[in-house]
């Protein structure tokens, strides 16, 4: 997995700024041209309401967005003129290209420019160098070039390294010193320098990115002349399970305007295909299609009931247990076919699971909420009334998706509250009611278990949260990170695995908690080690970001259950 593969920071900050526009609410939302080359974030920005504009002198109102690969001179001087509020999104690299052009030229300079002729990039540059100005793809074109007194050769910021160094030199070779400027971008040049590394001890090549995208069309160029076979794709279902079914070692890149979604998916679907060949892709696929539609929630569920029934010498636990598990099973199933079906552009595995076995998820939603009623009332009229509540509370939270648009407004609109509602959700259902029901007028462990429980589930939320920042973004979620930001996030993650520590371990040391009650500790480590680990992966995938973050909620029943079985 090269490491420098997926959005540069162009791209990602000129998507930033495209969502951030979208929440001020100034609309209709244009782009002159396509923001980036690639179909998924297109589409994905056009479910946020952003449209494609090829001829902007018809709008009459609203933000127009320049394109990262800029526009010419007398474009922009057009569009300055237009009833419209214009939002620069040209990469700053891409603007020292044109402002280099503009101030050689004006010395005297003839230039040359090594890039893709009609690229948007290159006419934007050469509108700038004014008619002095030569287009060569490589070496190989300098001669076709006039006799020039004073060239000067820079080039389109997305061009291979290589055929620059080689570009120069032929200069050099007829015209004698050449004057110049590398105007490839950094980054373009550090995942062009890792893949010629990472090619060595390879089967082959994945390419992930647009087929219009000239720096994604550079990568496959580069993997094949280092003689391996490549597989350029857009999206992992364009992946050739047959041709890669024998290969042992793929290396998997992708272009700078390529989200890490499509990355993730791919990967994911490069595992299944291997794992077909070593007998082990169909229970990868069974695995993934349980956590996927939430089947674990409800043991996981079970398992810290039983935990908290134990370190708090609870009575009868087991139905409001079973009840709880199978209301937390039916939200957590329910929020995420609601949120599919506000943003059809996928831009997770999941996302798409759950959208092509909608109904079927749906039933299973709905057989939950009844069976979890049924033990409910078996349990006693407290626990019908905590299910309602429950219910009740979904219900305010998911009713502005059910409308089917984004942005999506009322009580999800509040930054976090999806993750605060769920671990309120987690700790009182599993830790509070249970706690308050056997707690025979002791408040304390009640409180401090259902403190770290809900200190835990939050510290989970925001690790899941973390994984995708910009997929959630264009899904128009708005997480704590959203919100936060990302160091800022880390920070809480890391607060709330303390606090959900400190809890336990401010129990035991009071003597409101058993000395066993320590075994949970377990569980707020793995949240911290789940987040190293994760750094630790250019591209995590949804099903190993699942077990680091859903992981601690087994680690902490398990832990507690196993810890109080000593004598």
């Not at 050449?178 to 105007?183: F, G, K, L, M, P």
């Not at 090549?205 to 995208?213: A, C």
């Amino acid at each position: 997995m090269a490491r420098t593969a997926g959005f540069c920071w162009g791209v990602r900050r000129a998507v930033d700024l495209v969502l951030a526009e979208i929440k001020r609410g100034r609309g209709p939302y244009m782009v002159y041209g396509q923001l980036v080359h690639n179909p998924q974030v297109i589409e994905a920005l056009a479910e946020r309401g952003v449209s494609v504009c090829d001829e902007p002198g018809r709008m009459e109102g609203g933000t127009l967005f320049l394109r990262t690969h800029g526009v010419t001179l007398d474009e922009k001087e057009s569009l300055e003129e237009l009833p419209v509020r214009l939002r620069d999104l040209i990469c700053p690299k891409v603007k020292r290209a044109l402002e280099l052009a503009r101030k050689m030229a004006g010395r005297g300079y003839d230039l040359v420019i090594l890039g893709d002729e009609g690229h948007q990039e290159v006419r934007a540059i050469r509108s700038y160098a004014g008619d002095g100005s030569y287009v060569i793809s490589g070496p190989e074109d300098v001669d076709l070039l006039p006799d020039l007194e004073r060239p000067f050769l820079l080039s389109q910021t997305t061009q291979d390294t290589e055929a620059w160094e080689r570009s120069l030199a032929r200069l050099r070779e007829r015209f004698g010193e050449v004057e110049h400027a590398n105007t490839i971008c950094g980054s373009t040049r550090q995942r062009q320098q890792e893949l010629r590394q990472l090619c060595r001890g390879v089967d082959c090549v994945v390419v992930v990115g647009g087929r219009n995208s000239a720096n994604t069309r550079r990568l496959a160029a580069i993997a094949s002349e280092e003689g391996l076979p490549v597989f350029h794709v857009e999206t992992a279902a364009e992946l050739d399970e047959e041709a890669l079914a024998d290969c042992e070692d793929v290396l998997l890149t992708a272009g700078a305007s390529t989200p890490s979604w499509s990355i993730r998916k791919v990967r994911e679907r490069l595992h299944e295909i291997q794992g077909l060949s070593a007998r082990t892709g169909y229970a990868r696929r069974l695995v993934r299609d349980l956590v996927f539609s939430s089947a674990h929630v409800p043991p996981a569920a079970v398992l810290i009931g039983l935990a908290g029934w134990r370190l708090l010498n609870g009575g009868s636990w087991l139905l409001p247990v079973l009840s709880s598990s199978l209301v937390l099973f039916a939200m957590h199933l329910m929020n995420s076919i609601l949120e599919t079906g506000v943003c059809t552009a996928a831009c997770h595995r999941r996302q798409e699971y759950i959208a092509a076995h909608r109904r079927a998820h749906v039933l299973v939603a709905v057989s939950s909420l009844a069976g979890a009623l049924l033990l409910a009332a078996m349990a006693g009229v407290i626990w019908v009334g905590a299910v309602a509540v429950s219910l009740v509370g979904f219900l305010l939270y998911s009713l502005p998706l059910v409308g089917g648009t984004l942005p999506v407004g009322g009580l999800r609109a509040l930054p976090g509250a999806r993750d605060v509602l769920f671990a309120l959700a987690w700790s009182i259902l599993l830790g509070l009611l249970p706690g308050l029901a056997a707690a025979g007028g002791s408040l304390g462990p009640v409180l401090l278990w259902s403190g770290a429980l809900f200190w835990l589930f939050l510290g989970r939320s925001v690790l899941v949260d973390l994984v995708d920042l910009q997929g959630d973004a264009l899904m128009g979620l708005d997480t704590i990170p959203l919100k936060l930001g990302e160091a800022w996030s880390v920070r809480l993650l890391m607060g709330s695995a303390a606090l959900s520590a400190a809890a336990i371990a401010a129990g035991v040391t009071v003597g409101h908690l058993p000395v066993r009650a320590l075994g949970f500790l377990v569980a707020p480590f793995w949240v911290i080690a789940g987040y190293f680990a994760m750094r630790r992966s250019a591209f995590p995938s949804e099903l190993g970001s699942r077990f680091a973050t859903d992981g601690s909620l087994f680690a902490a029943g398990i832990a507690t259950l196993a810890a109080s079985l000593i004598p």
